[in-house]
């Protein structure tokens, strides 16, 4: 079965600083995979998913962005944290065709 | 576009009760999939039950089903003997090509 590690779980940063998170799959190769972002106490916004090596497909313009390097690494980044970047972000994957997304256990993501 | 609509933001059940968490959708397509999602005070996304369009009954996991009605484009999950454990938010997930996701709808379980 598969397996998502993502972290870190918490982080605190400043307004203007960059941000990168990582996550990572095992157990499954060439996965699609996803990232989400949810607000206190709303649902789920899908703000990257990635096909495969290299392909990323935004589905929010903002200042974040995406990376996907190897088959089973899912990167977030932003080079300007602003205030509206605080939430709680999940990286979640799927298997090729039509499968269920499994999600990690999110990074609770806040900017003073 | 596809869009899925969960129209009740609380719900509350007594411990050992039943409670039904409605959910509807927008689509143009005809064969898609469709799941429930429980977000627990973790935070973390527990996949609780799915539903493929094509099928006819309606999937059950333990005191977890649906009704799924297709014509009216509706996927309502029944909780049966709510435990206290079933606190959570529940999400509501369409799936054709990706994955599209309700509001929420948060349960409390009350003892």
């Known amino acids: 079965s598969q397996t998502i590690h993502q972290w870190p779980a918490t982080l605190v940063q400043p307004v203007g600083s960059p941000l990168s998170l990582e996550c990572t799959v095992e157990g499954t190769s060439n996965p699609n995979l996803y990232w989400y972002r949810q607000a206190a106490g709303r649902g789920l916004q899908l703000l990257f998913y990635s096909v495969g090596i290299g392909q990323i497909s935004s589905e929010v313009p903002q200042n974040l962005s995406a990376s996907r390097p190897q088959d089973r690494q899912f990167i977030l980044s932003s080079k300007k944290l602003l205030l509206s970047d605080s939430g709680f972000y999940l990286c979640?994957?799927?298997?090729?065709?039509?499968?269920?997304?499994?999600f990690g256990d999110g990074t609770r993501l806040s900017i003073l | 576009a596809q869009t899925v609509t969960q129209s009740q933001p609380e719900m509350s059940v007594q411990e050992a009760e039943t409670v039904t968490l409605s959910c509807t959708y927008d689509?143009?397509?005809?064969?898609?999939?469709l799941f429930w999602y429980k977000q627990p005070p973790s935070r973390q996304m527990i996949l609780v039950i799915r539903q493929e369009a094509y099928k006819q009954q309606n999937a059950t996991e333990n005191r977890f089903s649906v009704n799924f009605q297709k014509a009216a484009k509706s996927f309502s999950l029944k909780i049966s003997d709510s435990q206290l454990g079933d606190t959570a938010m529940y999400f509501c997930?369409?799936?054709?090509?990706?994955?599209?996701f309700g509001a929420g709808t948060r349960l409390t379980v009350k003892p």
């Open positions: 979640a994957v799927s298997g090729t065709g039509v499968q269920p997304q499994h």
């Open positions: 689509t143009s397509e005809s064969n898609y999939y």
């Open positions: 997930a369409f799936l054709v090509n990706d994955m599209r």
